[in-house]
Structures are given as structure tokens and as C-alpha cells.
């Protein structure tokens, strides 16, 4: 059967067993049956299937077997940047040629232009949802079709709609069933159990009540207005392009709610209405406008109760009401008004540039339900499309009795981690493998429906104990075999002290949302759950405190009160005297309405303080409080903190300052980190490339085997692609599960360096040295420390407008473009090339580039030592942490000194992932070259070679281009003369990182700032050093840089291969 | 058979709009009153007009001489529009009856007005039911009118299912879907109807039961789950005359549609350009 009978037969056959065995011409053939099948195919989802299958045969199968040396033609990689795909393939099979480097990223333009579709068609079903459908019609004022309810557009006072919702916790989310797309290719299996909950969290005193509420009434001026009562934001917008510009400031999710919900429909966009316009024909008053409030109560963010689609529906539903698409002003909704609710949430998802699964919205619903796909048919928008409709069906699970109810109350406790993390990757690469029915991951999701049976029966039955056991065996079983990361050590650890304190009492885990890490729960036996609940603070504190440095924690761990709400979202009214809104609300806006004089507020601005002040008299003193400045608060930033860690770490103010100067002056910067014009950059020829040969291997065991080889593993980053910017010890992460345990990067490097036999040396920076010394590993200390600046505007232009960037889907990009929009005013407003303080001191330094991690060995005198308990040592392997296969191979080492050359560098093929320089010829001659100085990235793609980042030194040609000697590098002030000396010969470069800045309850900003680095790759223009090039497997050179990286790191075999390197299985 | 009809006339804002004057092309002023007697034509014998309270004396004035029978019914509380329709229960008995709202004007596409109502009673006589004249409405307009939905029974026909009254766009992408339109549009109240008796009875058994009036669309939609019901797109518009603009565009479009139609364009375009 060809995988094109698999696809029209629907068959439920692994992918992976299709292929094994294939030849290449076979492998080939069949590409070019799909590509045919794709094009003419009709279905969506047989379409969709294709381009995943010819994704991953091209990425783990052509591409490997491939022997052409093809490169990729540049055209085609401007096509993908710019998603378009189709353009792509085109451009890239035209060439006829089969080789790695084009396969790579034919399986990129495949993989796109799949999710492309697939994301398309959700977008064309949420419009085509009916009910959705005019608001993407109305595009002039007089087509403008809503009317504010009469109740609410009545003065003195205005009064006021509250709208309360209550959060979703997911029993059993059938691995993941309630991704659009799979619940729309396989309805049958696409079921959820989910409840809605009322939170508090614990030690507050506050009883539990819905954690999403949002306000809505009329203000007397011409206006939207709009407040974050939990994230101290308000504006007022006063015209349409400010509503529909998402990321200008913190209101992007009550901007996005305004429009789904037709407040504001999205075909007003570019219109060239007025919105003072708008909002007179809406309310029927001239001179009003419309206030809208959003407070979410007390509840950090990566909580995995889909807080924010359960914000967002709690916020269309109340305009709706107000505007009466929705029949009920005021209590709870009825059903189609529910579906309505979440279909327009959906909408506002993608509007944000967000997006989760259907089940998210379920807080909307009361209690206990289950929600289940439904196959689509004739009248449904879907029909002919897709198998399943793009909303589910709710069905309240009544059967389940009151008393079964109450013992989930009593055994569970619900807490949050701490850790706040992306769950998108994870999603994709389910959706990739359903696509493919991968053999362990189909059974894992059979076995999930499967439980979600038996969860409902024990539901039913209120066998608690049961339940638990059942949801324990869903997170160790179907979730992670098919996707490992959604479990991590953290949890590992937390499961098992619950275990070891509470043993039989502890009745199991269970996995909340898309992962673990934040928002989860622990069963106990009711009679334990007392002791369980005073306990888990200290054990949640505890394991964080323990692994703080290798994750990304965003909060400090809560553990939450909870009950189940039995109204879903509901709706009152407040008019007279009762017209007010939160207290918090008033905490945020009274100061600036009470520093005003009487006479220059509005009427209904008076009044209403004159309510505020009846309805919350016991506010005063808080609402003082807030009106005092705050010394410590008005200090800001990192403070007398990053002066001590600056003093401490050799900063050097004097030419931090000349940096500044010349940055300011435009004498350095992105655009002049490049190469002079005048520079001819060409590819290498082979006979500059050295291939991995076992002739000198022998050569290489002897020397191994008399000690003359040290391994060093650079480990002075902080994984910015890794973590986002959140600054964890990346290698410390405990990233990937090896034989029952989680292994971490340096885990795995000192294991290497343990079965070779050689001295292993760790170098760190001043972020990652205390945490990686702690660990027993031999560590040499950073010495060198730069200050992060502010970028200037030229240079975020430059990176944003000038450099190639992969476009994002067409709203994302929307929402992308309007953030960068925010962070140049930030840039502006805080002052260009200024001092980036404003942040944790950690944040606000950085180590200044890997150049300095050997040059460190020297100076901190961890060489010398090297040398004093080893004589023989002559050589050192220098690698990333990040390059997991990377081996101190006797093979390699042989060659090595075989040729005589002070460095040799190991480069691999060009692949489309592969950004960031290689191997060219500068002027003739063979050296690493940075991507950021080359003059255009068409160059870059014309060089075959990438550097791997791992390099085979000789200490002796080393230290001569250092102009040292080995005894002299107990002298430290002359190696700390040499370091600077040969520092002033190697360029340095503007960077542009992203930090993250956290704030509230577990907020994150991301910002761009400049930093100033030497990298290694440049010594090899150093011409009296004699550098030389060899070409290793793919295998070997890859380095982990991003999360999303690890599913096709365990697809082709590199996780099995390290597996096998620090477990003995291969030498 | 002759028909009784009935006009309401009777809100607050509507008690001049039948005494409102609007210019022809034979330069005669009619009042509304004048010309909705002349879309009653031949169809009806007698008129019940709602008229508010206290409110006789200008009406007999203005319908003195018409040579029509006339009765004019106050409205003693001012209730609303169904409870308007129902003040005429015993003005038309247990017959059918004809129902102009009476702040809307017409227009028919071609020929005589009388020719919309006579194709409605042409309607009820073969089908046997009630029927409202209805327009295709942009969606914008929908605050404005009672909408209804159904499936189509010919072009022009459709078999109402649902009433709403000024539904939401949402509402009636929902629920008020007919075969044959153009996206966006609805089937909205022309301000014409044939309704049979039976709508008395929903009104009234309404009242005695609960002692509230309820709403005329939900009456309509009662009537609709009783007995047959249809609807159908008449050859013509309507204009709103108790909306804003609503008499200037009723007397823009009947200037428009005769002999001083050039006249009235460079009238306007004169006042467009200063």
C-alpha cells in the first residue's frame, strides 16, 4: 500500500513502518505520487496529510539518504520567510535534485504550508460560524447594526453590567483531542471532561469565587475605555486603527474582545470611521462611550485553567448582553448563547494572535461536562470539508451526584508550579503526529479515550480514589509517550514527595491543560487532605528553590482553595446607589480622579466617587496608601544589586562608556558588524574540508590513553532561544528523560567525558557559575561582564526591516508588527544606547560572548592547574553544552594531530535551520565567518559548510598566538596582558537579545536589548594559528538552541544515539 | 368579500405623521392619512384607525370628506403596538383584517399602490392564511423592523418559522436564514399585513392570562406555531417616515419616481456643490 492509499483509505497504519527499508529512488517516487496527490486532492484533511507526509519523508528519510551536495536555492528560502510555500516547493523541486540540504527545507515549506492550511481553514470556519459572519461585513457607520439595551444607556447614574466566570480545569483532555484540528479530522476521538471551578488562593482569607469578572457601563465621554484592574492598565481610545492595534499595550485581550464580540466589528478596520461615531450610534447619546473592565482575581499567569480564553469569553459575553445579541441581560446564558460565546472566543483568539483548543471556553458552561466533537453535516459550514465541526457539543454530566462532587472538593488540591510555558510547540507536534499515526503515539491516544471512560464512570460512581489512579495513569501513560516534555523533573520530584510524605494517602497526580509545571493537581485521601494542604507549600517552595537556576519559573508557588461553580458565566445588573464596580477597580483609578480638582471631573466621575466612597468606606486606607509614593518603588530596576554585581564581576565602566559613545554615534552596530564591501566571500573548495577518517584513530586512542586530551564544555550562556529570554542555567535544564531519570545538558556532557576518561572542565559566566560549581563540576570562572543598553532605533529598524525574518500567519504578523510599534516608542522614551537597568540585576548584565570562555581558562588559572596535575595534556576539545552528540572521538583527535594544525573545526552540510555564518573563503582564504558580518544572507546560503561550534585545540599553538608559554601562565599579569591583546584583534559585535522582564502575577515582557560580543569562530582568521576543517555527521555537529527542536531530535535518531553515548551502548 | 383594516396610529411619536403633507408631481400636498386610504383602495370597505387618546378631533378632521367608512378607535393607555392592534378586536371581529402600520410610506415599483395590497389579498384568498409583506433588508437597517425566517416557497414566497422584533445581526444569522438573499439581507416588515382572527385570539387569551401585553413579534410567532403563515417580497418600498431623514428620503423617492425627476436631481446636486 503507497502512502497515498493510506491517506484515501483513511487507514490507522504508523508512518515510520512505511518508510523503513525504502530506497532512495523508492523514497523519491513516492514524494513525487504525493505532490501529485496533494495538488488534485479536494479534501482538506487528505491534503493536509499529504503535505505532513511529505514533510517528514524529506526531513528523517530523502534528506538523510540523500548523497547530492545541493544547495538550497536562496530563492526558495525568500519564499518560505515570506509563507509562500507554494512557491517554494515549486522553486525547490524544480531543480530535480535530491540532496540534505534541499530535503531540509522542502520539509520546512511542506510542514508550513500544512499548519498554513489547517490554521486557514479554522479561521474560515470561525467566519463562516453563524452568527460571525456580518461582523467581518459591516464596514461603514451606516451599516453599523448594534444597539446598547435601553436599561443601560439611561443616566444618573449609568448603571452598570457585571459579568462573572467561573475557570476550567480539564479532567482528561484525551491527549489533546480538543485541538481544532484533530477534533475536525477525528471527531470520534475528540472528547474532554472538564469543570468549572471557582479558585482562591490559599493564606489570602478570601473565599472562593469565579477568578474572571469584567464590567461594563457608560461614561460621559466619547470614548473606549478600557482597564486592567489585575495588570494596573487603562486607556482611553479614541479611534478605530487604536482598537484594532493589539500589542500597543497591555489592553490587547479587551481590544480583542470588543471586536469579537461585534462591539466593534472587525470589517470597521481601516474603515475611516470615526469612533466617537460609532459609539453615539450604539448608546443613542452623542458625547458617550462605552468603559470596559477586566480583573482577573489573584491567579498567575501559566495556570493551565485557560484563564485568558475564560477572560476573553467572560468579556464578549457581557457585550453581547449589552448590545443584545445574547436574549438574557442578566443572569446565566442559555445554550446557543454559550456556543455563541465560544465560537466569538475562538474568533478573538486568532484576532490576538492566540489560540488554544475548543475546550477552553468551557468555564462559559456550568459544573461537571463533557464535551465532545461532532461530525459535521449537510448545512454546517464544515460539510465537505471536514469530518468534524469546529464547536464541540457540551453536555452536562448531571449523572454525576451531588455527594461525588463534594469528595472531589475534599480530596483534591489544586496548586500552581510556578512554571509558565509556552504549551505551543506541544500542540504542533501533536498535531504532526496524529497526522502521521505514529505507531506509540496512536496507541497512547487510543488509550486516552479509553481512560476518559473509565475517569467518567468513576466520576459517576464518585470513586475518587479511582479517579485519581486513572488520571495518574493517563500523565505516566498516553501523555508523555506522545509527547515526553509535557511532563518534566519538576513534577517528577513533586509526585514523588507527595508520595514518600503522604504514601498511601497520596491517591495521584493529575495533569492539568497542556503540560505540567504550572497549574496542577494533587489527590489525597480526604482524611489526609488537611495535612496535604498545610504541607504543600513548603514542598512546592522547596523543590522550586532546588531547581530554580535550571527552570523557567515565572511565580512563586500557590495552592488554591477551589470549588465547583454550578452557574457558569453569569451576568447582574447595578444601577442607582449599587452602580459601582470592585473595589481593586477604584484602588486603580480613584488617585488619578482624586489629584484633580472637583470642578474638572465629569458629573458622573463626582457621583460615582460619592458612591465609591459609601459602597467602600473600609477602602480608604488602601486606597491612601497607593496615593503615597513609594521610595523603594520610585528607585526602580535592579538598583545598588547590579552595582555590586558589576564591581564584583571586573566591569569595566571606562569602556563601557566608549562603547556607548561609539554605539551612540553610529561608529558601531548591526549594520557595521558586516565585512567591508570590498570583501570577496566565496565558498570553500573540498580540498579545504578534511572528512572524518579512521586512519588516525589509533593514533588518537594512544593519545587519549596518555592523557594529553582535556575536554571543555562552553556553558557561560543562558539558553536565550531555549528559554525565551528567561534566563535558567540552560545547561542545567533537565531537558530530556533517560532510562526513568531526567537528564540535563551537563549531565550528559560530564557522562561523555567520564566513559572517555579525560579531565572534563566546565567554563561559566557570572550567571551560570554558582549553580554549575554546585553540581560538583570542575568550573572555570567567568571574568569578564558587559552591561546590557537599550538599543538605538537604527539598529531594532535594521534587525526588524533590513535583516531576513520569517514572516509570521497573517494576523500574528499583525499583532507582531504593532508590538514593535510599542517597543520604539519604548526605546525612544527611555533613551537609546542608555543603560538597560530596568529589570533583575541577572537580567540587565551579559557575558560578552564565547570568545572569552578559553581566554578565561587562562586567566582564572584553571589551564595552569590542568597543566600541573597533567604534563601530558597537549590538547582540548572545546564545545557548546548544546552539542549533545559531540564526542572527544579518537578518530577525530588523531586527525587532529596528524595535521599538525593548532585548531581544527568541525563543520557539518548547510541545512535550512542552519543560520548564523560557516565556512567560507575570505579573500582566499578559509576561515569562520559570523552571520552577522556577512553583507547579505544570500551569501550565507551560498556556503556549503556550518560550524558546529566544536573545536580540537593544541594548547602549545594556543598559547603562541596568546604569545604565552606554558610556564608562564602562573604570571597573571601577563596573561591578563595577553587575553587583552589578542582581544583587541578579534572584532566585536552588536547583538541584539531579547530579555524578559517579569512583573504581577506572572506577567512577562519581552524586550530587545543590545549587547556587545566576541565570538571564538573569529580566531580562525588568525592566520600563525593554523586552523584546518573537518566535516562530521550531522548527528554529531547539531546543537540544541530551541524547544522546538527535541521532537525531530527524537525522530531521526539523535536522541537514541546520545541515549546510547552515556549509557555505554556505543563507545 | 371585502376586508376591514386596521392602521395604528397611536405612538407617542407618531399622532401627526398621518396628517404630515408630502408634495407630488401634480403639485397636490396629500396627507399620509390620504395616501394610505389610497393603498387601501378597493381592497377594504372600512378603516379602524388607532389613534391616541383624547386625539378625535384632528383625525375626523382630516379624514372628513374622504368618502371612506372610517372608525376611529383610541387607544386609551399607551401600551404599546400589539395592545394598539388589539383595541380594534371588536372593530374587526372574527374576520381577517389588513394592518398598516401607520408611520411608513409607500412606493410601488410599477403602477398603482393599491396593486401591493391587492396582491396580498390575492395571496391570503388562495392560501388561506395570513401573510405579511416583507423587503430584503440590509442588515444594517435591522434595529429598525421585525424580521421574520423560513423556508422558501417561491421566489417571493416563504413559509414563516421565526419572528424576531429588531433582531441583532447575531440573532439573525442564527435564526432567521431564508432561501434566495443576498448575504446580510432579511426578510424585514414591509408595514403590511393580512392577518387572520386568530392573531386577536393570541393577543387576547395573552392579556386575560397573564395580564400583560405581550410584544407583537411574539404573538406573530405564536400565530406562526398555530396555523399557516407566510410572507412575501411585494414589488415596492417603504420608508420610515418616524426615523430620522425618514420623510425627506419618502419625499425625495416620490419626487424621483416622476416627471421632475431632473428637476429634483439638479435641485439636489445645486445643494450637494455649495
Redesign the interface.
Known sequence: MTLVDRIVTKAHAPFEEWTAGKSLEQLLAEASRLEAFRKDATNLYERVRALVFLSTLHRFSIGPAAAEAALIPYRAIEHVRSRRFEQAIAELLAAGIASPAVSSALAIAYRGLAFQTLADQVRQSVRRF?????MF??G?L??????LRSELSTPNPFPVLHETTPVRMDLSHSAWSDIFFLAMDYPEGARVINISVDLAVRGTGMATRPPVEAFLRVIDEPVLRLVSVDLGAAVDVSSLEEVFDFARDYLGLLKAAVIAS?LLPAGLEGSGQKLADVLARLIGRDGCGIELVSQVNDIPKGSRFAVSTNLLACLISLC?RA???IRTMTGPLEE?DRR?VAARAILGEWLGGSGGGWQDSGGVWPGIKLIAAEESGAGDPEFGVSRGRLLPRHRLLDEVPAAARRRLEESLVLVHGGMSQDVGPILEMCTERYLLRSGKEWQGRQEAIRLLDELQAALREGDVQRLAALTQANYDGPIQAIIPWAGNAYTEALIAKCQSQFGAGFWGFWMLGGMSGGGMGFVFDPAVRPAALDAMPTILAETKRAMESSFPFAVEPVVYDFTINENGTIAELRQGREAVLSAPYYLLRAPGDLRQEARLLTAERRSELTRFAQRYGDQTEALFERMIPKEAEAAGGAGPQLTELLAANGFDPAAHEQLRADYRAGRVGLAQNRLPANTMIEDVRPEHVAVVSLAEAPAGVAALRAGRLAMVTMAGGVGSRWTKGAGVVKALHPFHRIQGRYWSFLDIQREKARRAEVPHVVTTSYLTYAPIAATGARVSAGKSIGLRMVPTVADLRYLWEVLPQQQLDAQKQKVRESGRASLLQWVRSVGEASDYTDNIASQCIHPVGHWYELPNLLRNGTLAGLLTERPELDYLFLHNIDTLGATPAAELLGQHIASGAGMTVEVIGRQYDDHGGGLALVNGKPRLVEGLCLPDERVEFGLRYYNTGSYWITIDALLRVFGLTRQQLRDEAKVTEAVRRTAQRMPSYVTIKEVKKRWGRGQEDVFPVAQFERLWGDMTAIEEFGCRYVEVSRQRGQQLKDVSQLDAWVRDGSAAAVVDLVTGLRP | MKLKAVITAAAPGQRHILHQTLATPDNRRPTMGEFLLELLAEAVDEIGIVIPSGDRAPFEALFAGTGRRITLIEQLEAKGYAHAIHQAREFVGSQPFLHLVGDHFYLADQGPISALTAELVRLHAAEGCSVSAVLPT??????YFGAVGGPALGSKLYQVETVLE?P???????EL?AAGLR??HYLCFFGIHLFSAGLMDILHNHMEASGTVPSLSYALQLLARQERYLATVLPGRRFDIGSKYGLLQAQLALGLQGKDREEILTMMLELTAR
Do not use: F, I, S
Open positions: 453563524p452568527g460571525n459572519q456580518w461585513r459591516t461603514h451606516a451599516d453599523y447594526p448594534l444597539r461585534g453581547m448590545t443584545g445579541q446557543d455563541q | 440590509r442588515e444594517g437597517l435591522l434595529p429588531k441583532t445581526p447575531t440573532q439573525a444569522e442564527r436564514v448575504q446580510g
